[in-house]
Every structure is written in C-alpha cells, then in structure tokens.
C-alpha cells in the first residue's frame, strides 16, 4: 500500500512540530517579546500621564473659582493625550504585527523550501500539513523527520 500512495505522490508532515523545533523560533518569539515589553511600558507611562492629567482636571472643575478657559484648556489637553493612546495602541498592533511577519515569515519560508526538497527527492506531487488534513490512510507516508532533516533540526 505505501507504493500506492508514493505512486500517487501524497504525503503529510506535522507543521506544527517542525515549526516549534526550529531555534530560531524561540529566538523570533524572544524579540517579539522584548518589543512587545517595550510597547507596554510606553502604553502604561502614556496612561498614567493620561491619568495624572484628568486627575489634575477634576480638581479644576470642582474649583468654582477656577475660569472656564483655563478649565476647556485642560479638557483640550485631555482629549489631546486620550486620542494620542488610541493613536499608539494602533501603531503599536501594527508594528507588533510587521515585527512578527518580520521574524516568522523567514522561518515559514524555510519550511517551505526544505518540505519541497522532501517532495522533489521523493517524487511526491503534494505534501500536506497532517493538522490540515480531515482523513488519512495509517499508511500514508509521514516526512516530518525528512523535513526536520532538512532544516537540521
């Protein structure tokens, strides 16, 4: 039965596994982290400030003696610093995101070319990712070690 299904060129590999063994993914995850790291604290010094300022606002508009421009000026400014975080927090997502297509993409792409040396040195016609498959015969061929072989993992 397996030279059936060599004939017929169809074979699985784990994507998942191979993808988790590579080095480079902890070190890709590692970055990802350290940026993210970086975001947030940005994020929390923007908000305390954001929060200082409104803090700073509703001791003015309890102050009947404080003038309506001084207190439209602080509000201004509050509104200011409120779309400033909105701001941020979108560029941060985006951001985060390129990073990791920045670092994950490479990594993917090398998968891709060594489950293609898989297929080109076996004759296979198509090599699925077994997660992605809904049924398999027992005996369809498994490349997951070829392809970790490849990568050197």
């Known amino acids: 039965m397996p030279l059936l299904l060599?004939?017929?060129g169809i074979a699985v590999y784990d994507a998942e596994?191979?993808?988790?063994?590579?080095?480079?993914?902890?070190?890709?995850?590692?970055k990802l982290k350290a940026t993210s790291a970086k975001l947030q604290a940005e994020?929390?010094?923007m908000q305390e400030d954001f929060n200082r300022k409104y803090a700073d606002y509703q001791a003015l508009a309890a102050d009947p003696e404080t003038p309506a421009a001084i207190k439209e000026r602080r509000m201004q400014e509050i509104q200011e610093s409120d779309k400033k975080i909105q701001d941020f927090q979108r560029n941060?997502?985006?951001?985060?995101?390129?990073?990791?297509?920045?670092?994950?993409n490479?990594?993917?792409?090398?998968i891709d070319a060594a489950v293609k040396e898989v297929g080109d040195e076996s004759g296979y016609a198509v090599i699925l990712d077994s997660k992605q498959v809904s049924y398999r015969n027992a005996s369809t061929p498994d490349v997951t070690a070829r392809v970790?072989?490849?990568?050197?993992?």
């Open 6 to 8: 060599m004939a017929q």
């Open 17 to 30: 596994a191979v993808f988790n063994d590579m080095t480079e993914k902890t070190q890709a995850e590692a």
């Open 43 to 45: 994020y929390k010094q």
């Open 92 to 104: 941060a997502e985006a951001e985060l995101q390129l990073k990791r297509d920045e670092l994950i």
């Open 106 to 110: 490479p990594l993917r792409a090398a």
């Open 148 to 153: 970790k072989a490849k990568l050197g993992l």
